[in-house]
């Protein structure tokens, strides 16, 4: 996903590529945003056009399209699958930590890193192998 400021709650859309892989938003339900490939733009997927919704047109045509996710949302779905995640946000860095007792025998997740948003990507992006790797 391109750096946009407006959008740094979202995760990317690679992340996301890989979330619905392993089960995430099957219903499609919690979709905050589009992702549409073919302009690499980000869209509501409730705007109207002359005869559809993004929305609908996704749900017709789900390769058109990428659905993007909160950060929130994202944790607390890898909560409710067994993990327990501490973020915490110091002075100069920010560090994660997380596990799963359930997987790898409880072993510990860490990182430190200069920023909260560089800290989050990486939690995530370590949250997906980690439980991509456990099913």
Do not use: C
């Not at 733009?41 to 609908?56: A, C, R, V």
């Not at 946000?89 to 596990?99: D, P």
């Amino acid at each position: 996903m391109k750096t946009n400021k407006s959008y740094n709650w979202l995760i990317s859309e690679k992340q996301a590529e890989k979330l619905r892989q392993l089960g995430f938003d099957e219903n499609n339900e919690q979709i905050v945003k589009l992702f549409e490939k073919s302009t690499n733009l980000i869209i509501e997927p409730s705007l109207e056009t002359f005869e559809t919704t993004y929305y609908k047109d996704y749900l017709k045509n789900p390769d058109k399209y990428i659905p993007l996710y909160t950060y929130e949302q994202v944790l607390e779905w890898f909560r409710e699958k067994g993990f327990r995640i501490s973020l915490e946000n110091h002075e100069n860095s920010t560090k994660f930590m997380f596990y799963n007792m359930k997987i790898n025998g409880g072993k510990h997740f860490k990182g430190e890193y200069s920023s909260y948003e560089e800290t989050r990507e990486v939690l995530v992006n370590k949250l997906i192998e980690v439980y991509g790797n456990s099913i």
